[in-house]
């Protein structure tokens, strides 16, 4: 979609027709009839063992969540989507990813059909949507994605730690502070440190703030540069500890 225009520019008239390119989207042939096909055969699946074992409405249940990555984990799924997400000891308490206690949400105290309430499956319909949409912009436009998928998803950011656990988000703050893609390379820890060194994220709830770091993350994607050479970074396939020390050393300075 948009194709040709550049990244920047595409958002841009996302920004002015988003509303109306989303509609035409969803209106597409194969996407209008994936979704008509869950409506139909979302009602009657009797309990969360049924669903599981429906790849397709499966799939779009987790599409809403941007988890669909995880279809094949059906355990973990199971899991998430049967214990009481408030309780202390739960699965999705203890995964710092704040998708998949929403997963777990959508789900918890359900008893019987877990899709037979018309509001649910309406809005797993229009989540699920927004996320093949925003996937649709990103195929034209390398980096688009992620751009949309952060300005919706930042303002539910608290902590470090959790942008930390959600790999898009990552990676627009990475692109947005000017960060190398060999900061990847770093400890848990180094990376944490150096983030909340770079970034408040507070500033997060801020619409603004926002704004100003997508477009930054989009502006420097073709020309970001590592600040250490990817290969004396990697050693010639494995990390070098010389070139990490260099590129830690780069961050704190």
């Given at each position: 979609?948009?194709?040709?225009?550049?990244?920047g520019?595409?958002?841009?008239?996302v920004?002015?027709?988003g509303?109306?390119?989303q509609a035409?989207?969803?209106?597409?042939?194969?996407?209008?009839?994936?979704?008509?096909?869950?409506?139909?055969?979302?009602?009657?699946?009797?309990?969360?063992?049924?669903?599981?074992?429906?790849r397709?409405?499966?799939t779009?249940?987790?599409?809403?969540?941007?988890?669909?990555?995880?279809?094949?984990?059906r355990?973990?799924?199971?899991?998430?989507?049967?214990?009481?997400?408030?309780?202390?000891?739960s699965l999705?308490?203890r995964?710092?990813?704040?998708?998949?206690?929403?997963?777990a949400?959508?789900f918890?105290?359900?008893s019987?059909?877990?899709?037979?309430d018309?509001?649910?499956?309406?809005?797993?319909?229009?989540?699920?949507?927004?996320?093949?949409?925003?996937?649709?912009?990103?195929?034209?436009?390398?980096?688009?994605?992620?751009?949309?998928?952060?300005r919706?998803?930042?303002?539910?950011?608290?902590?470090?730690p959790?942008l930390?656990?959600?790999?898009?988000?990552m990676?627009?703050a990475?692109?947005?502070?000017?960060?190398?893609?060999?900061?990847?390379?770093?400890?848990?820890?180094?990376?944490?440190?150096?983030?909340a060194?770079?970034?408040?994220?507070?500033?997060?709830?801020?619409?603004?703030?926002?704004?100003?770091?997508?477009?930054?993350?989009?502006?420097?994607?073709d020309?970001?540069?590592?600040?250490?050479?990817?290969?004396?970074?990697?050693?010639?396939g494995?990390?070098?500890?010389?070139?990490?020390?260099?590129?830690?050393?780069?961050?704190?300075?």
């Amino acid at each position: 979609m948009l194709a040709g225009l550049g990244a920047g520019a595409t958002l841009a008239v996302v920004d002015r027709q988003g509303a109306a390119l989303q509609a035409r989207f969803a209106a597409r042939r194969d996407v209008a009839a994936e979704m008509d096909r869950f409506r139909e055969r979302a009602p009657p699946i009797r309990d969360i063992d049924a669903l599981l074992r429906d790849r397709r409405a499966l799939t779009v249940v987790l599409e809403a969540f941007q988890l669909e990555g995880e279809v094949d984990k059906r355990a973990l799924l199971r899991r998430v989507m049967t214990e009481d997400p408030t309780a202390s000891g739960s699965l999705s308490q203890r995964l710092t990813d704040p998708r998949w206690r929403q997963l777990a949400a959508a789900f918890a105290g359900r008893s019987g059909p877990p899709l037979a309430d018309a509001a649910l499956v309406d809005r797993l319909v229009g989540r699920a949507v927004t996320n093949r949409f925003e996937k649709a912009m990103g195929e034209a436009n390398p980096g688009l994605r992620e751009a949309l998928y952060f300005r919706r998803m930042a303002s539910q950011v608290g902590s470090v730690p959790q942008l930390m656990s959600d790999r898009a988000l990552m990676e627009v703050a990475r692109g947005a502070l000017g960060l190398p893609r060999e900061f990847a390379l770093l400890s848990f820890e180094q990376q944490r440190d150096t983030l909340a060194r770079r970034l408040d994220v507070t500033q997060l709830q801020d619409p603004r703030a926002v704004a100003r770091m997508t477009q930054r993350y989009l502006a420097n994607a073709d020309r970001a540069a590592p600040t250490v050479p990817a290969l004396q970074l990697l050693g010639g396939g494995a990390a070098n500890p010389a070139g990490i020390v260099a590129l830690r050393l780069s961050l704190s300075a």
